[in-house]
């Protein structure tokens, strides 16, 4: 059990630093951060560099277990303020399809990347004897931790319908060695929705947080890394970014089971 509670929290740490990483190879923000706005201001490529450097000492001080319950935080914040104040209106103002679902994506990766934050600061609670010390920014922070699985479901909800709405697109990620791509892609849609919908009414909450995770985990291999390793680079490494995303993803999901248990240890 603490063997995975680590590897989970690990998984995220190497999400955060492995799509910073990705950044500095491109000079560009990837689009689970920042959207795709044009900016070309001078100094843009340093000002990706600088960030990026950020998320990766933010990213290794978690899987190394260094002040995680202050880095997993402000990660944390920093994702849900740039999900509310950059993707959020690029999405109303500047995408024409922003009524399309699918278009909300990237958008709703970075709740997770939000979400796990907020989840891991749960199972790293500050001492209480460093209360009088935290600053306003970090408890307002620490009252987000309650939503971290919240946040992290709803993007699994939206990703599951995605599979209806999109189905002949999605089937198609289904590895062609595999038969029955459509009732896959069928299944797949209902196994995230159902399982973000128990895991947000606390329906046998760590049965279905481990069954989510292992389905994401399982993503990582059978489809992320082989669709990784035929096209690294295509639109700027986005299958590199997503084998990163899965594995982050399925270590959340696994987090969420364990830390609204009841159960806070901070040597995991």
Known sequence: MEVLIKTARVSYG???????????????????????????????????????AFFI????????????????????????FMFLFCQVPYEL?????????????????ELVLAGGGFVIAGLFPLAKE??????????????MIPFGSVLTCVTMVSFGLDHFFYTE????????WIPGA?????????????SGVAILLRIKLKLNA????????IWVFVLHIPRA?????????????????????SGVAYLIGYGDSGTRNSDV
């Open 14 to 52: 190497i999400m955060v630093a492995g799509l910073a990483t990705q950044q500095i190879f491109y000079k560009t923000f990837r689009p689970v951060i920042l959207p795709p706005w044009q900016l070309s201001f001078p100094g843009f490529a340093i000002f990706v560099y600088v960030a990026s």
């Open 57 to 80: 000492i933010g990213g290794a001080a978690i899987v190394f277990n260094r002040k995680v319950e202050i880095i997993s935080l402000i990660l944390g914040g920093l994702f849900l």
């Open 93 to 109: 103002f500047a995408n024409p399809n922003y009524m399309h679902l699918g278009e909300w994506a990237q958008a709703e990766k």
């Open 130 to 143: 460093n209360d009088q010390k935290k600053t306003f920014i970090i408890n307002l922070l620490e009252k």
């Open 169 to 176: 697109g999605v089937s198609t990620l289904v590895p062609t």
């Open 182 to 194: 459509m009732f896959w892609t069928y299944f797949a849609g209902a196994a995230l929705v159902c």
């Open 210 to 217: 481990l069954l989510l995770s292992s389905m994401i985990f």
């Open 229 to 249: 390793i035929a096209d690294p680079y295509g639109l700027q490494g986005n299958e590199v970014s997503s084998v990163f995303e899965a594995f982050g993803f």
